[in-house]
């Protein structure tokens, strides 16, 4: 298998660049759709690249899934949807095969990239520490939980899934997001954030499923290193519909916040 999430391959007849999915992405939903994390990474990795500045940075990331994204050929699309000198706003879409044969918009992310200015003298804090990877137990997902994409990932848990409270766990990706490149640190983060629905999920997995149609992710200070640490919790409404929402760590502290839409369904 391949040491990446994604392979090149080359250009559509449109210019538009092209990777495909490898065995790391695939859901534990269905071994033909991807898992949330590599599609929301590779998405950021547009959002970084398209009209780059080196003076700003990203501060929010907001990825819908439209559909199933498929394990196959992917094809990337970038803009800048709003030009501005302080605040930007870009835009990337992935496009696949769909049941038809037609090529289609499988998931969009928008991001804000914001100027960067020096702001240590008030810096601040908001969420509590999370312990360090040193107090996780290394941790590996099976049974009706195995899938590529989680066992292409580190994992050191620190509680128990289902336990009261925030589920806690610190990531890692195994491979790189595109073969032949280094991830940056947000690519990184990405490859992690959207396991946040699965380990702050109360609800039996034999018994039900919850995907999540969305991530909204708030980065207000650049992560570190290699560790991604997710504190999550997911609340359920009485019909069927679900939010995620937690904090994101690198070894540091705090990183930023994520939240999820979930579909939540009982299983036949």
Known sequence: ?????????GVSKDGFERVTATENTVSLWAPTMQHGAPPSALLVRALERVDAREDTRISRVAVDILGPIPVADIEIRAWTERPGGNVELVVAELWAEGPSGSARAVARGSAWRMRTVPTEDVAHVGDPTMKQVGAGTDYT?????SSGYLDAVEFKILTGLGAEGPGQIWARPKPVLVQGESMTPLERLFSIADIANGIGAKLPIDEWTFLNTDLT???FRVPQGEWVGVSAE?????DGIAMCAGTLSDEVGPIG???QTVLVRRRN
Do not use: K, L, Y
Request: no cysteine.
């Open 141 to 145: 997902f099976g049974g009706t939980w």
């Open 217 to 219: 992710v708030h980065v």
């Open 234 to 238: 997911t609340s359920t409404g009485p």
């Open 1 to 9: 298998m391949p040491d990446a999430f994604f392979v090149p391959s």
């Open 257 to 259: 916040r994520i939240a």
